[in-house]
């Protein structure tokens, strides 16, 4: 891409209702939000964040920042390595890798950053990464950062996955999967991929981006799904920019895992510490995940009262038993029509188009919140109802 292309490329994304144009948010995240608050028609109703426990803005998080900012002011000022390691750090992690039930945990920036840094850290171009085919962007670079062989298999297909396992002369081999897919909202198949890499002597690394603190019975994610998470080929990764409503995202697993990555994992090593505060922040919010029940009892209300509402429209709702309730509609052009007819009636529902999702499965990604009440699920079906009539 040279300067001179820029123009003519942007162009052609238009054609193809693919520019993506970015919204200000004024005001806090939450189901009611104002956005581009200077326009005549600036407060919605949302469905278009991943705060699926409500947590973004919840009173005892900001309190918590205020009270450490207040002791220990803004900046890490230095990478972990360094002295950017706070006490606050520190005992979010033993925190979370108690949580989760597994030895150790280790905090990152981001979830992005967190994959970036792990398997380049455990594998090279001799290693064979697994990869089903509608992971998270972040796991396909992290494969092609290691420069480990990559090879993708058809979405849940346990069995050529098996086939692609035995033929495999890798010496280390890692199967990294979403958990829950972010598009789609299916679960991924836990046990089998655990069994297949026990049965093939690899690791599996789990993206729980979107199951920690949805899932399980205290919100612990997807590891309370599995029977056995006593295993050292394990890695679990977390974002806590989703449910838990902050930032960053940590990996668990072993601790002779943790220490590995403490040594080798770049994106750890090479970068500045969060701001400890970010750290009280994800505490206080573990906190509420673990006591306050309510929230994931409401979701699941929520999702049904929703499947019940759309019932009978001419866009079916994908199979998902998570707060990710996508809406399939197909062409681009038409989800981003429906998008915007929604707009009007002051409803926000993001269009999510290629290549976030296949040609030709151009979406509504509607994502529940326990923020949202059931009258809001009831709005959003009447508003979809009204545009079935004139589609
Ligand atoms: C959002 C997301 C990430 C990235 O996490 P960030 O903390 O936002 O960088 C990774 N994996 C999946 C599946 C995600 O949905």
Redesign the pocket.
Known sequence: MTPDQLAPALAELDTHSLRRVRRVLDGPQGVRVTLDGTSYLSSYLSFSS?DYLGLANHPALAEAVRQAVANIGVGAGAAHLLTGHHRLHHTLENELAEFVGLPAALLFS????A?LGVLPALLDRHGEVFEDKLN?A??VDAAVLSRAKLTRYPHADMTLLEQRLASSTAKVKLIAT?TVF?MDGDLAQLAELQALARRYDAWLYL?D??GFGVLGKQGQGALALLDDRIDPRLIYLA?L??AAGVS??FVAGSAELIEWLVNKARTYVFTTAQPPMLAAAVSASLRLIAAEGWRRAHLLALIDRLKAGLAGLPWPLMPSATPIQPLLVGSNAESMRLADALRAQGVLLPAIRPPTVPPGEARLRISLSAAHSLADVDALCAALKLLAQHA
């Open positions: 991943n981001t979830g992005y950053m994959s998270h972040s796991l979403d972010s993206d981006a979107h974002t920019g989703k960053g995202a």
